[in-house]
């Protein structure tokens, strides 16, 4: 509806105009142009470094027996339970210069590729947690049928266990993008000059001059929150399916 609509008390769900007025505050404070792509970049390739890298720990903890497991495993939950609020400080402190060098790397993606690729990326400890308990499910017959073939560990990882793990695998991009694409918490932290789709929502008001109508700025913000939630719809309409499939069998696998 439009303004004069909002304003109006006899109006109460249909509008007497149609009007896509705030649905254009949206897309203007969004700032598509400038935005979409480096949020679909970020969200695709933190995806699937979180993928590789939490797919290969989940293995490990899975199907290896050795000195300290227990601890690593302790160490998975901690990273579930802990709120990333407690430690993100101490993180940007770390990549502000990391390695001691005089170089630094915020408003660059290169601590969200290092924390995906080092297992402590946002809600990892999730991720591990599925692919560990999913591959606990798998027959052993599969592994030790690949090792009298003389496939090694990683061979039988990649050629035995990965192609019957596509349930998990979706489940895993698809929560994966789903945080990375509506984070407000790392991206706030790590981007002051390089901006997100979802950083851009609490500030609409500012940018489209709407600072003295918090109605219409609340609506505003609304419509784009629509906005950034739509493609994750449509991912999760191609995806129920597998979604629903990996939960299943990790909850039958514990």
């Known amino acids: 509806m439009s303004p004069d609509d909002l304003l109006d008390p006899t109006v109460n769900l249909i509008p007497k105009h149609l009007s896509l007025y705030y ?4 897309l203007e404070g969004l700032k598509l142009s400038k935005t979409f792509f480096t949020s679909l970049m970020l969200g695709i390739l933190v995806s699937l470094i979180q993928l590789a890298s939490s797919s290969l720990v989940g293995y490990g903890l899975a199907r290896f027996r050795f000195k300290l497991r227990g601890l690593l495993y302790v160490m998975v939950i901690i990273i579930m339970l802990v709120p990333n609020q407690t430690y993100k400080v101490a993180q940007y402190l770390s990549f502000r210069y990391p390695f001691g060098l005089n170089i630094s790397t915020i408003d660059t993606l290169f601590p969200m590729f290092m924390m995906a690729f080092g297992g402590l990326g946002f809600k990892q400890g999730l991720y591990i947690y599925l ?3 999913f591959f606990k499910g798998l027959p052993q017959n599969l592994e030790d049928a690949a090792l009298i073939d003389g496939a090694g560990s990683f061979r039988t990882f ?3 266990i990965l192609p019957n793990s596509r349930s998990v695998i979706i489940t895993v991009l698809l929560f994966s ?3 990375q694409w509506t984070d407000t918490s ?7 000059n390089l901006k997100v789709m979802p950083a851009m929502i609490g500030e609409i008001y500012v940018r489209v001059g709407l600072t003295h109508d918090p109605i219409g700025s609340a609506i505003a913000q609304n419509a784009a929150c629509m906005l950034l ?3 994750l719809l449509l991912l999760f309409m191609f995806g129920q399916r597998y979604l629903t499939q990996s939960i299943a069998r990790t909850g039958m696998a514990n």
């Open 229 to 231: 939630i739509l493609p």
């Open 23 to 26: 649905w254009d505050v949206a």
């Open 131 to 133: 692919f560990m308990a």
């Open 177 to 179: 993008f789903s945080w």
């Open 158 to 160: 990649w050629s035995v």
């Open 186 to 192: 790392y991206s706030s932290l790590y981007f002051t």
